[in-house]
């Protein structure tokens, strides 16, 4: 009994020694990171819950949850390394044609999660987070919508960083209502004014790319410098096609809730070994936009 105990107690102390020494491993090497250039705004793709669950021979919906844990060590990371913005791609507007249980068991997690941060619960108030829900928020049902209304206004005096949180989005519905509202904002300067709008060469200017660009969902963010998409896909699925442009894609082969440390450490040095090139194509793009 005696010597179960102590067998007990060595392999406690060592689980504690090694655990401490992988969490100094990590601090150490996400400081190393830091003294290269670091992504102000990097984006996510949650890609592969569903088929971690079927993988594990979960019922479809549990792999969400332990999607949602991934999530967390990688605002983790992503906080705690300096960067400031983060999207994530969380449902899209497509995702409804799946089935009413599935979808159900997502809208479920967004609800119960939501109003946890509400009652200042989990990384939002610990790191100072203001939180926006980008997408056609009129898709979501009201005990949703109105938890993310609240959840916004509950976090708009945040200043530590931002998380946006893409949920019944997709970037083609985006980019429409953005050119939407404009038309509609010009539409009633034109008729206020009763003239119509012309630049310096005596042409009729109507549209300009700030005039979209500013009632785009993801106007409150600047573009991504890094996007990480999970599960081995190499494309976007109509997400921030608007704002990628000049971004760094990364794409890692294991599904979202086994996304770990190591692969986000990854994406981080893909990122600045490519670091001057992009700056470079950025620097390009916004002459030509000007």
Known sequence: MRIGNVWMSFWVTLTRILEHAINFIKR????????????????????GNRRFAKKQKLVKGFGYKFGYIALMFMLKYCYELGVTYVTIYVFSIDNFKRSPQEVDAVMDLIL????????????????????HFLGDLNLLSEPVREAVD??????????????????AYTSTDEIVHAVERACEEKWDEIMNSKRVAVDEHGELKLITLGDVEKHMYAAVTPDPELLIRTSGEARLSNFLLWQTSCCYLYSTSVLWPEVNVCNFMWAILNFQRNHFYLVRKRKELKVVRE
């Open 28 to 47: 150490s090497t996400l400081k190393i990171l830091s003294m290269g250039p670091i992504p102000n705004h990097v984006a996510f793709i949650l890609d």
């Open 112 to 131: 119960e999660k939501v109003e946890l941060w509400i009652k200042g619960e989990g990384f939002v108030y610990e790191y100072g987070i203001r939180l």
């Open 150 to 167: 609240r959840a916004m206004a509950a976090t708009k005096n945040n200043n530590g960083a931002v998380l946006a949180i893409c949920v």
